[in-house]
């Protein structure tokens, strides 16, 4: 119990320094090269050497070079708005779908919200492309629909990330850190809402059919953080990956990894201690966000990235793990 009050306290009130964050990088890089260096003790991830190699480059992006090198990251990016296994009614092919999916990755590259970032949007695509691959014919989906409300699902935090994430308000208010949660917990309950508005505001200026925008809206509202829209959007089968994809990014490398990097980046260091208040309420919630997980595959991948960025934590910002438990 002491230890317990010890360790909120801490987090309120305290930023862990000593980060090993260029042999971390370099990790990150080995373990891309040779994928055998993550840890799997989950059975299906050792039959197949592919699925390993897509799973590691997932759970590590950060794209950091994103800004010294465009042109990569650009055909990067390119590479995963067309799925290859997209039939030929897909409405990928619509380039009114492509302008607007673009359209919502240029809003997330804008985001100043540390851990709602493009690369944030990357990863999730890639899951979700796996499981377009995985279900394409049995649930007879369309990519385009999933590209579309990932692209979009984070779109109200990245424009709007409320006045707490203003660096001059901040650093004032980390004195009552408790402000600055409630402030950011009341936004984020109505973000998936938020982003719907958004959505549908920006689709009057595109001719896309009634159909596709009604699964997209319903795509985004399975982030939603009220429980009964989620549950409701759920239903859906492109409710169920865009919710699952969501949730499996909370625990990867890559997402912690690329909200320090933002917060460097941006000369932020106010929002350090928020962001390691919201790795401890992740902590929290790690057997809720299990237990919402929609779809098979997705349970073996949670674990994955888990005890992933638990022994990376481990091994590159000890103080960090014993303090916010990552
Ligand atoms: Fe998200």
Sequence with gaps: MKRQIKKLIAVFYYAPRGRKLRESWAYIQKMQEDPALAHTKFAQFKKSQDNL???????????????????????????????????PNDSIHDAEVRKLILRGVEIMEGSKDPLHDISHIYRCMRTARMYFSIYRLKEKLDWGIIATAIAWHDSSRAKNPGFFYDAKLLKPLQIIPFMVDVSVILSARVDAEN????????????????????????????????????????????????????????????RVEASWLN?????????????????LINGFMKQKHKA???????????????????????????????????
Excluded at 59 to 64: A, H, I, V
Excluded at 302 to 320: G, R, V
Aim: glycine letters at 4%; hydrophobic letters at 35%; aromatic letters at 10%.
């Design 53 to 87: 190699k897509e799973l590691v480059e997932i759970m590590t992006e950060t794209l950091k070079d994103r800004v010294i090198n465009r042109k990569s990251y650009d055909d990067k990016l390119k590479k995963l708005l067309f799925h290859p296994m997209a039939g």
């Design 195 to 254: 982003s719907v508005k958004l959505f549908l505001n920006e689709t009057h200026n595109y001719k896309l059919d009634t159909l596709f925008i009604e699964q997209v809206e319903n795509g985004l509202l399975a982030t939603s953080n009220h429980r009964k829209s989620r549950a409701e959007a759920r239903d859906n089968f492109y409710g169920k990956i865009i919710s699952d994809v969501d949730l499996l990014d909370i625990y990867t490398i890559g």
């Design 263 to 279: 917060i460097k980046e941006n000369n932020r260091r106010t929002a350090q201690k928020y962001i390691n208040r919201s790795f």
């Design 292 to 326: 919402n997980l929609a779809l098979d595959e997705s349970l073996s991948i949670f674990e994955f990235n888990i005890h992933n960025l638990d022994s990376h934590a481990k091994m590159f910002y000890p103080k960090h793990q014993e303090i916010i438990g990552l």
